[in-house]
């Protein structure tokens, strides 16, 4: 399949920004393809009323994850469409960990061999990715801001896999507009994002949907992406688009496609999860994960895939009518694929569904596909080659286990190289990783990944006193509880109805009332934070780091983060700095990301030798000590 033209904006102030987001609000058809066939990437808010939920039923399946699939008779005559689903692949493209330098247990190769399979057999298959394929593994780095000169890995990958379409994902847009505009361009698929739509125009700037043929079958997917995208991420990574509610979308061009497309089936293609209170009121307009949302209050649905939260899903809730939608989705990383079986039966002159069944099929247990391995092989010696580059080495070892309980060198290496980057009074960052450890001796650009695992810029924006004290109360509240005796935790766990901790079996561990990078911490001042005062009430800051005093209505310069920045957290608004103030706040930014900085200290400094400045300290020591001892278990259960 040929994509059509993308039409341009004929604004000049997103001339550039835009490519990879301007498209036609109509529909591209696929063709048929053969099942031997390998055709295939990427990217505020609309003032509408919300809209009452009606009492609805969910139906959890007893066992949600499958390690095979049942074979169930099919009648004569019947049309059988599998439709497979990836998410949050994060560039697990080949069974290999570039940062730990280990092989991994599944990737995508997993998946194409587990499709290949399902192709084999009689029936029609349909392969969609769920979004965010351009962050996570080094592989998709290196594509993205190193090797710009060649084609693109992911699109290279996925169209010789044979993707049929595909979603954006947050992180897609992450990796900024030269590179999804190139992947993007470089796909044989389409990519669909109903609810990305042209400040300018008022429309989608890519295909809203798409619709495939299979076996004289037509199967339209309604593509979206959670709206949160603001919430996280710089503007000038978007420029000219707004992200709407998935409600109000889905309303909006289901009944388009219903009547110009006929579909036998319609299919939702969402980059976001189905727990709609995870980040707010489920009542909340532009719901970070409403999946589960769109499928009760909006008719027309046969099946939803879900992603962006990595959870292994199925389920069935009933739509407005009570008509039951399959709610299906996949893990990260190629741990699971999502699959929709839709089975038709003649009716008259053409076909009618008569049942559509989900699960999710585990990929550990597949071979990876040696072939499409083999074609690649280069590229991953490649990446090898360069994730194995050192950069320079560090005098001991530092793990960011340490950072979870108090100032440390693994969160002060960072705000060092913050601070000399921009020049700044003083900066903001948190443990961007739970468990990463940077081993005394030589670095590599592998570690690099572990230190810092997201692309974020690094920004100067101004504060007053006033609001680093609340940003700071914001942080501690959410990151230590309040410990009122000796036996309590340190660590402010999450806890259900009932007061119980909530183990996370993705995580292995217990948790947490906020995750932990939104731990934050700041450097240049020094301050104080006692467990045992209610939540509001716990940071005295006392001086600067240099000796002055701290004034709360003076205005600070502050390194932080573009996710930060942007709002993400809360904690800015828990300050009272709206995204369009803080816009206003920015007085630089970076071109390149934050780990290419890291690497570039070491790379200038040859050893680096961490210290922390002990700026910040948690009191009283013998309840932190205790807290501490009782909450270490909780985020790092053994093994």
């Known amino acids: 399949m040929k994509k059509k033209h993308i039409r341009l904006l004929s604004f000049a102030i997103i001339a550039i920004i835009a490519f990879a987001f301007i498209g036609c609000a109509t529909t591209s058809q696929v063709e048929p393809i053969e099942p031997t066939a390998a055709p295939q990437p990427v990217v505020e808010e609309v003032q509408v ?49 570039f940062m730990r330098n280990t092989e991994a247990a599944t990737s995508q190769m997993h998946v194409s061999a587990y499709v290949e399979e399902q192709r084999s057999k009689d029936q029609s298959v349909i392969l969609l990715d769920n979004g965010d394929v351009l962050q996570g593994q080094p592989i998709v780095y290196y594509y993205n801001f190193v090797a ?55 429309e989608p700037v890519i295909d809203p949907y798409v619709v495939i043929e299979r076996d004289g079958l037509k199967i339209a997917i309604l593509g979206m992406v959670t709206p949160y995208i603001p919430k996280w991420l710089p503007q000038n990574l978007y420029e000219g688009v707004r992200f709407e509610d998935m409600v109000q979308t889905a309303k909006k061009w289901i009944p388009i496609i219903q009547e110009t ?32 949302l769109v499928a009760q209050q909006v008719e027309g649905f046969d099946v939803i895939f879900t992603g962006h939260d990595h959870q292994d899903t199925n389920m069935v809730v009933q739509s407005p009518s009570g008509k039951e939608v399959v709610i299906v989705g996949a893990m990260n990383g190629g741990r699971s694929v999502a699959v929709a079986t839709a089975r038709f039966s003649p009716s008259g002159s053409s076909y009618s569904l008569e049942s559509i069944d989900g699960s999710t099929i585990m990929m550990e247990t597949y071979e990876p596909n040696s072939e499409l391995i ?18 320079g080495s560090i005098s001991e070892t530092i793990s960011s286990r340490d950072s979870m309980f108090g100032d440390s060198k693994f969160v002060d290496l960072i705000h060092q190289i913050q601070l000399e980057k921009t020049g700044a009074d003083l900066s903001v960052s948190a443990p961007l990783s739970l468990d990463a450890t940077i081993e005394e001796g030589p670095v590599y650009v592998r570690d690099m990944f572990s230190l810092y695992p997201y692309e974020n810029l690094l920004f100067t924006m101004e504060m007053t006193g006033r609001e680093i004290k609340a940003f700071l109360e914001y942080s501690y509240e959410n990151w230590f509880n309040q410990m009122k005796s000796l036996d309590d935790d340190l660590i402010n766990f ?51 780091t240099k000796g ?61 030798e961490p210290s922390v400045d002990n700026n910040w300290l948690v009191i009283p020591n013998l309840w932190v000590q205790r807290g501490m001892k009782n909450s270490y278990p909780k985020l790092y259960p053994a093994k």
Do not use: C
């Open 49 to 97: 009323q919300p809209v009452e939920q009606p009492a609805q039923t969910v139906v959890e399946p007893e066992v949600p994850v499958v390690v095979g699939e049942t074979t169930q008779e099919v009648a004569e005559g019947t049309k059988v469409v599998k439709i497979i689903t990836t998410s949050d692949m994060h560039g697990n493209i080949f069974p290999y960990d």
């Open 148 to 202: 710009t000169e060649t084609p693109h890995i992911v699109p290279s990958v996925m169209n010789d896999m044979g993707y049929d379409a595909a979603s954006v994902g947050n992180h897609d847009i992450e990796a900024g507009p030269d590179v999804y505009t190139k992947v993007y361009d470089q796909a044989d698929y389409p990519y669909v994002a109903a609810n990305a739509v042209s400040i300018a125009t008022g």
């Open 261 to 292: 497309e006929s579909p036998d089936l319609i299919v939702g293609l969402f980059h976001a999860g189905v727990d709609e209170t995870y980040s707010g009121d489920a009542d909340e307009l532009g719901n970070e994960n409403a999946s589960k």
């Open 374 to 391: 083999a074609k690649y092989q280069d590229a991953i010696d490649e990446v090898t080659t360069w994730v194995s580059r050192e950069v």
């Open 494 to 544: 999450k806890r259900d109805a009932e007061g119980n901790l909530i183990f996370n079996t993705r995580y292995n561990t217990y948790d947490t009332a906020t995750r932990y990078y939104n731990y934050d911490s700041f450097a240049g001042i020094n301050y104080v934070v006692d467990i045992t005062k209610p939540a509001g009430q716990r940071v005295t800051i006392k001086t600067l």
């Open 548 to 608: 002055n005093a701290f004034q709360y209505d003076k205005t600070y310069t502050v390194a932080i983060n573009s996710y930060r920045a942007q709002g993400g957290g809360g904690h800015l608004a828990a300050a009272g700095i709206t995204p369009e103030v803080a816009l206003d706040r920015i007085l630089f930014s970076t071109d390149k990301d934050l780990r290419y900085y890291l690497m570039e200290a070491f790379e200038k400094k040859g050893e680096i």
